[in-house]
């Protein structure tokens, strides 16, 4: 009964709440320089302040990203990114009061990053607009409509007539596309509820575990003479050659050994290098980043640092000169990976909301790509699902967009969600 009412106040209401999405998508959230200069999430964190009143929300809070949060992350949990600029950077907190003691909390990150090569969108990517089946608009996929369906999830509801049988939260947070700040800001704050939704685009699949990250800096020495002089030289690139063949070994030794049944196996991929000056003079000096992917509970980052360095350090030891001259390795930038319990009643309670607002069952699978779920899973202790509107190939795309039904059926799922959860 309920299901059929939600199904008829959605269609009655699509426009209205697709308005709401157009609006945020249009306010210009984006980071810069992928957080460490700032971002400029308060316009849209404002906004979302006026919809959290209009919806009547019994509490909202602003919370100031502090980089003492970060610090405390980065020493407790191997988590968080340090340097970024926070200047007028905050979360934004919102409550629901419902019936009963027991609780929901929705996350979303409302800050984005630049739009795509602008000059090859449709349109202009801050004039978000539907085409066809189509929400189009930069950040509208990552993850602007997933944030906005989960509000007019309440939304729908209210426009129902039905009553929250449960207090429904809301943590929209800055600072994600960074590494994920704005959730572990949100963490050390003390923000919790019994359960988590981090609505993150899945393409109508429920992420239920993703890959932890580990990027690490390589820098290795040479001696810089003319190219003509070879013997006479060091050539740091040809050096660092080496050393990319032992990670690519240690890369070979993971694939055969950890398996995952929702991932990918771990994988390292060198993704920049560079070093040297001119084609006739051997370089003094090569620097390559790395990022290393692994998987959860039969990996962890302790592991895959010591195995990691301990394999470039063996190398070294096999060369007469980098025995004597040892890389300089450092890190700069960690994410745990998360997997939550299948059979735990958090995720029965979405198989059957997912049923009910669709009529079939959700596949339950795993993400290469890690998200905030890690913090609310880890950290919080919160039991921590992911889904939303919109697929990772849209993220970060020119002409990003969602379709309309993915948009309103994530609506529609929370809804539900919100009601099975209470039972």
Known sequence: MENRKLEEVLNKNKQKYINYLLKLASIDTHD???GIDGGL?????DYLIEV???LGATEIIKDQLKEESILQCRKLYNEGNTGHNYENRYNVYASFSGKKDKSILFNGHIDTLPAEMPQKWSF??????VVDNKIMGVGVADMKAGLMASIMATALLRDAGIDLPITVKYASVCDEEGGGNGSLCAAISGVHADAVVVCEPTNYELIAAHMGWVFFQVEVEGIAVHSGLKLSGVNAIEKAYKLMDAIHELEHNWLLKYKHPLL???SSNVGVIYGGEAGSTIPDYCCFKTCVHYLPRVMSHEQVVEEYINAILRRCEGDDWLKDHKPKITIYQTGNPFEMDLEHPFTK???TAY???RARQIKITGSPAGC???TWYNIVKCPTLQYGPGSLEQCHTVDEYVTIDQYLDAIKIYANLILEWAK
């Open 355 to 357: 049923q009910n607002a």
């Open 349 to 351: 309670a979405f198989q």
């Open 41 to 45: 999430e308060a316009a849209g964190q």
């Open 32 to 34: 810069i320089g992928h």
């Open 264 to 266: 990918p196996p771990p």
């Open 124 to 129: 202009p990517p801050l004039e978000p607009r």
């Open 372 to 374: 905030d779920s890690r």
């Open 52 to 54: 959290f009143k209009e």
